[in-house]
């Protein structure tokens, strides 16, 4: 089965930017979404199809991707964007929906 | 606006059976392809298994839940089902129902019933 990798936990400092990665076998091929979920919520999409950004969702989210790797990036970043991040992926040789572990951030 | 209500959790012995509901508003459901996730205490999320507008399951059901939980909808009822049998404790958490958008990212999603195997 397809396999997603995400670090445990990114921190960064209130203004600068977080990059958060999300490797998988040639991940390039697949349209990458990304969710924010904060504790007790359920969660929200903030990048679709690799680089779509839902109504609500600010401009400092957005996401690249290379060959193996994908990356949600969150530029000045806020005490407001403390959370975990999932990357997700269909894969289409099963069907499946796949999401990786998730990233804890912390903003400090 | 498109909000969906989950509701069915509690707590349960292994072994057991728990039907779990999502009703949907704001949206036809014969349009619309509707998926649950789960999420156990302080894990991840997973996927469970998705439905599309006219009832096909082709997707199937993450190796975890295969043979033992069955999705299925009434779109009369605005409803999703998902009947989860031969509980066992790592069934225990969140479950989550949500929709398909256009681009295959979940879109919108319930707040969640909580489900506890006993052993």
């Known amino acids: 089965s397809y396999v997603l990798s995400q670090p445990p936990s990114v921190s960064v400092a209130p203004g600068k930017t977080a990059r958060i990665t999300c490797e998988g076998d040639?991940?390039?091929?697949?349209?990458v979404h990304w969710y924010q979920q904060k504790p007790g919520q359920a969660p929200v999409v903030v990048i679709f199809?690799?680089?779509g950004r839902p109504s609500g969702i600010p401009e400092r989210f957005s996401a690249s991707k290379s060959a193996n790797t994908a990356a949600l990036i969150i530029s000045r970043a806020e005490a407001g964007d403390e959370a975990d991040y999932y990357c997700?992926?269909?894969?289409?040789?099963?069907?499946?929906?796949?999401f990786g572990g998730g990233t804890k951030l912390t903003v400090l | 606006q498109v909000q969906l209500v989950e509701s069915g959790g509690g707590v349960v012995q292994s072994g057991k059976s728990l039907r779990l509901s999502c009703a949907v508003s704001?949206?036809?459901?014969?349009?619309?392809?509707i998926l649950w996730v789960r999420q156990a205490p302080d894990k991840g999320l997973e996927w469970v298994t998705l439905?599309?507008?006219?009832?096909?399951?082709?997707?199937g059901y993450a190796d975890s839940v295969k043979g033992r939980f069955i999705i299925s909808r009434d779109n009369f009822q605005s409803t999703v089902y998902l009947q989860m049998n031969s509980l066992i404790i790592e069934d225990t958490g969140v479950y989550y129902c949500?929709?398909?958008?256009?681009?295959?990212?979940?879109?919108?999603w319930g707040q969640g019933t909580r489900v506890t195997v006993s052993s």
């Open positions: 949500a929709t398909l958008g256009d681009g295959g990212s979940f879109d919108n």
């Open positions: 997700q992926v269909w894969d289409d040789s099963s069907g499946h929906r796949v």
């Open positions: 704001g949206i036809s459901l014969s349009v619309s392809e």
């Open positions: 199809f690799d680089s």
């Open positions: 439905i599309s507008h006219n009832g096909e399951i082709r997707a």
């Open positions: 040639d991940i390039s091929s697949n349209g």
